[in-house]
C-alpha cells in the first residue's frame, strides 16, 4: 500500500465514526447515515491528493457530507410529496365494490397472454396514457394501443361466456378500477 492510501485510511479510521454520527443527526436515519459517511468518505479519497493538503481535512469532509445529506434529504421529500400525490388523489375506498366481479374480472385477466394484461391494467387500472405505457413496457405506442384493445375484447368476452364467473354484463374498466376492501395486489 502506498503512503497516500495508508494516510487516507488513517484519516478513515480516525473520522469514519464521527462523520457516521453527523449523518445521523442530519438524516435522522441510523442506516442511512453509514451509507452517506461512506459515500462522503469515497469523494474525499477520490480528491485525496487535494485535500490532505488542505489545513482542516476534515472540515473538508464534512462539508461533503452535508452537501450529500442535503440532496439526500431533498430526494426523500420530493419522493414523499409524489406518495402522498398519489395517494390523494386515490379514493381511500370504493364504497360497496361488486365483489363478484371484481374477481371475475380478476380471473379473466390472469387469462391474457402477459403483454395484453400488462397494457389493459396499466392504461385502465392506472389510468397510465398510452404513451407512459410504451415507455413502461417499452413498446411502441401503437403496441400499446393494439394490445389494450385485444386485451379489453378478450376480457368482455371471457366475462361474457361465463368462462371466468357466471355469465354477466359487466363494465369491464370500471371493475378494474375497484378493489375490495382489505384487498390488494393484482
Known sequence: MDALAEEFHAFFDRHYADLSRLAHLLLGDAEGADDLAADALVAVWRRWDRVRADAC????ARGVLAAMARVRLRSLRRERRRVDLFWSQRPDRIDDPDVPAVLDVRRALARLPLRKRACVVLRHAFDLSEKETARTLGVSV???????????????????????????????VRVLRAEPAGQSGW
Open 142 to 172: 401503437g403496441t400499446v394501443k393494439s394490445q389494450t384493445s385485444r386485451g379489453l375484447a378478450e376480457l368482455e368476452r371471457l366475462l361474457t361466456s361465463g368462462r371466468c364467473g357466471p355469465e354477466r354484463r359487466y363494465e369491464t
Open 57 to 60: 481535512p476534515v472540515a473538508y
